[in-house]
């Protein structure tokens, strides 16, 4: 199975700062078409995952721009710039590039400083 | 707008098996996938498996064969998962999340379901 490592494990940013997370992969993350298939959610405390980023770098509808998706073969970074308090909670990235089972990463907490 | 509403909790007793629904609106069920997860609270998010609606076709994450069994009633637009032999390590929040083509994964989510297994 494939292994996505994310760090930090927790974030301490105050209300306005940037947050920045790396998702490392045991195996490069590039499909057999050309599309690289990570994404990014995040999940605040007592909900359900949503989906931010797409595809390393594309946002999903009603994503604001504040958070940006970079990275290729087996290293990506999400980014989140002028943090609010509704982006608190753990951000997860997944992986849909390799045969199932498709699988998330270890989680990075972000928290108010 | 789409929404996946999911039954209520659950506690169970070891050995006993349980039944999970995904109840969907907003959207061409017939033509999705559905996926199941699971997440023991402070932990990370397990993938169990996915059905396609259109035609019961399923795959499983490995961990979960013989565990989950995914299935569909197309006429009520709901997403089951049957989770048998149960034990304290089943014990998890569970949610079920729609896909519909590949290079956009689980758009939406159910709210998820507390299962608790205890004698």
């Known amino acids: 199975d494939v292994v996505l490592t994310q760090t930090p494990v927790s974030l301490l940013i105050s209300l306005g700062g940037q947050a920045s997370i790396s998702c490392r992969s045991s195996?490069?993350?590039?499909?057999?078409?050309?599309?690289?298939?990570l994404h990014w959610y995040l999940q605040k405390p007592g909900q359900s995952p949503q989906l931010l980023i797409y595809q390393v770098s594309n946002r999903f509808s009603g994503i604001p721009d504040r958070f940006s998706g970079s990275g290729s073969g087996t290293d990506f970074t999400l980014k989140i710039s002028r943090v609010e308090p509704e982006d608190l909670g753990v951000y997860y990235c997944l992986q849909r590039t390799h045969n199932p089972p498709w699988t998330f990463g270890g989680g990075t907490k972000l928290e108010l400083k | 707008q789409v929404k996946l509403q999911q039954s209520g909790a659950e506690l169970v007793k070891p050995g006993a098996s349980v039944k999970l629904s995904c109840k969907t609106s907003g959207y061409t069920f017939s033509t999705s996938y559905m996926s199941w997860f699971k997440q023991i609270p402070g932990q990370s998010i397990e993938w169990i498996g996915m059905i396609y609606a259109g035609d019961g076709g399923t795959g499983y994450n490995q961990k979960f064969k013989g565990k989950a069994t995914l299935t569909v009633d197309t006429s009520s637009s709901t997403a089951y998962m049957d989770l048998s032999s149960l034990t304290t390590e089943d014990s998890a929040v569970y949610f079920c999340?729609?896909?519909?083509?590949?290079?956009?994964?689980?758009?939406?989510w159910g709210q998820g379901v507390m299962v608790t297994v205890s004698s």
């Open positions: 195996q490069s993350l590039v499909h057999s078409n050309g599309n690289t298939y």
């Open positions: 999340a729609r896909s519909i083509i590949r290079g956009i994964p689980f758009d939406y």
